[in-house]
C-alpha cells in the first residue's frame, strides 16, 4: 500500500496506471510497439514475448468491417470502437469491444495505434442467448390462435400478437393506459364507448381485478367492420 504524509509531495507516474489497463500500442503495419500488464493477463503473452511481433496474425483478429473502412474511420474522426474476435495464447477465443485511436508524434505526424481492450466474451453471449429467448417467445406468442397484449406497469403496451393484429389491424404506439383512449370499443349493453380506465388491461393493472368472459366490441385501426371480443 502507498503511504505518504501530508507535507509530502507524491509524482504521480501515469505509467502505472497504464500498465493496470489492457492496451497495446502498434505501429501503421501492426508489429507490436507496447503491451500492457492487463493485455498479458487477458492474452497470455509476456511483453517481452510479443512486442516485435504482428498483433493481428498473433491474436487471429476477425475485425466486423473491411480493414480499407476500418482506416478511413481513423483518418476521418482519429479513432474507432467495435467488437473483433481473437483468439488467446491457450487457443481459447474472446470477443474484445476494442477502442482504437490514431495517435501523433510531436511535429503532429499520426504515428501509431493505441488499443484500449475491454473484454466482452461473457456479455455479448449473453446477449446472444437473450436475442435467442426472444426469438423463441416471439414465435410462440405469435402461434396462439387468441389475441395477446403484453403492458408495463403504467400500461406501456410491450408487445402483441398476430391474432391480435388480425382483430385489431396495426395498434398505434401506446405508452401509457392514457392512451387507450386511442383503442375503440364499446360496451354491447349500452353503446357507449369505453373510456381508457375502463379497459380490462387498466383495471388490471391498477385495481388488480382478474377479467375474463368479458364482451367488448370493437373497431379496428384499418376502419375494417365492427367486431366483437
Same mark, same amino acid.
Given at each position: 500500500?502507498?503511504?505518504?504524509?501530508?507535507?509530502?509531495?507524491?509524482? $504521480?507516474?501515469?505509467?502505472?496506471?497504464?500498465?493496470?489497463?489492457?492496451?497495446?500500442?502498434?505501429?501503421?503495419?501492426? +508489429? #507490436?510497439?507496447?503491451?500492457?500488464?492487463?493485455?498479458? /493477463? %487477458?492474452?497470455?503473452?509476456?511483453?517481452?514475448?510479443?512486442?516485435? !511481433?504482428?498483433?493481428?496474425?498473433?491474436?487471429?483478429?476477425?475485425?466486423?468491417?473491411?480493414? !480499407?473502412?476500418?482506416?478511413?474511420?481513423?483518418?476521418?474522426?482519429?479513432?474507432?470502437?467495435?467488437?473483433?474476435?481473437?483468439?488467446?495464447?491457450?487457443?481459447?477465443?474472446?470477443?474484445?469491444?476494442?477502442?482504437?485511436?490514431?495517435?501523433?508524434?510531436?511535429?503532429?505526424?499520426?504515428?501509431? $495505434?493505441?488499443?484500449?481492450?475491454?473484454?466482452?466474451?461473457?456479455?455479448?453471449? %449473453?446477449?446472444?442467448?437473450?436475442?435467442?429467448?426472444?426469438? +423463441?417467445?416471439?414465435?410462440?406468442?405469435?402461434?396462439?390462435?387468441?389475441?395477446?397484449?403484453?403492458?408495463?406497469?403504467?400500461?406501456?403496451?410491450? !408487445?402483441?400478437?398476430?391474432?391480435? !393484429?388480425?382483430?385489431?389491424?396495426?395498434? =398505434?404506439?401506446?405508452?401509457?393506459?392514457?392512451?387507450?383512449?386511442?383503442?375503440?370499443?364499446?360496451? =354491447?349493453?349500452?353503446?357507449?364507448?369505453?373510456?381508457?380506465?375502463?379497459?380490462?388491461?387498466?383495471?388490471? %393493472?391498477?385495481?388488480?381485478? #382478474?377479467? /375474463?368472459?368479458?364482451?367488448?366490441?370493437?373497431?379496428? $385501426?384499418?376502419?375494417?367492420?365492427?367486431? $366483437? #371480443?
Amino acid at each position: 500500500m502507498l503511504t505518504f504524509s501530508k507535507t509530502e509531495h507524491y509524482h $504521480f507516474d501515469p505509467s502505472i496506471v497504464l500498465e493496470l489497463t489492457t492496451t497495446f500500442v502498434c505501429s501503421f503495419d501492426g +508489429t #507490436i510497439l507496447y503491451w500492457s500488464e492487463g493485455c498479458a /493477463h %487477458l492474452y497470455g503473452w509476456t511483453a517481452s514475448e510479443v512486442v516485435g !511481433r504482428n498483433a493481428d496474425d498473433m491474436l487471429s483478429t476477425v475485425l466486423p468491417i473491411p480493414l !480499407r473502412e476500418l482506416e478511413r474511420e481513423l483518418r476521418c474522426n482519429g479513432e474507432w470502437i467495435g467488437d473483433v474476435r481473437q483468439v488467446k495464447r491457450c487457443g481459447s477465443p474472446v470477443t474484445t469491444c476494442i477502442k482504437t485511436t490514431l495517435v501523433s508524434d510531436t511535429e503532429g505526424e499520426s504515428s501509431a $495505434f493505441v488499443h484500449v481492450v475491454t473484454d466482452v466474451t461473457a456479455s455479448r453471449e %449473453l446477449e446472444a442467448q437473450l436475442r435467442k429467448s426472444e426469438a +423463441t417467445l416471439s414465435a410462440v406468442i405469435d402461434s396462439l390462435p387468441v389475441g395477446l397484449v403484453i403492458a408495463d406497469p403504467d400500461g406501456r403496451v410491450l !408487445r402483441d400478437n398476430a391474432a391480435n !393484429r388480425k382483430i385489431w389491424g396495426v395498434p =398505434p404506439q401506446t405508452t401509457s393506459w392514457e392512451q387507450y383512449g386511442e383503442w375503440e370499443g364499446y360496451w =354491447p349493453n349500452t353503446g357507449k364507448r369505453i373510456a381508457p380506465d375502463e379497459w380490462a388491461m387498466s383495471r388490471a %393493472l391498477f385495481k388488480r381485478e #382478474i377479467v /375474463h368472459g368479458e364482451l367488448v366490441e370493437c373497431q379496428p $385501426f384499418n376502419n375494417g367492420p365492427r367486431r $366483437f #371480443i
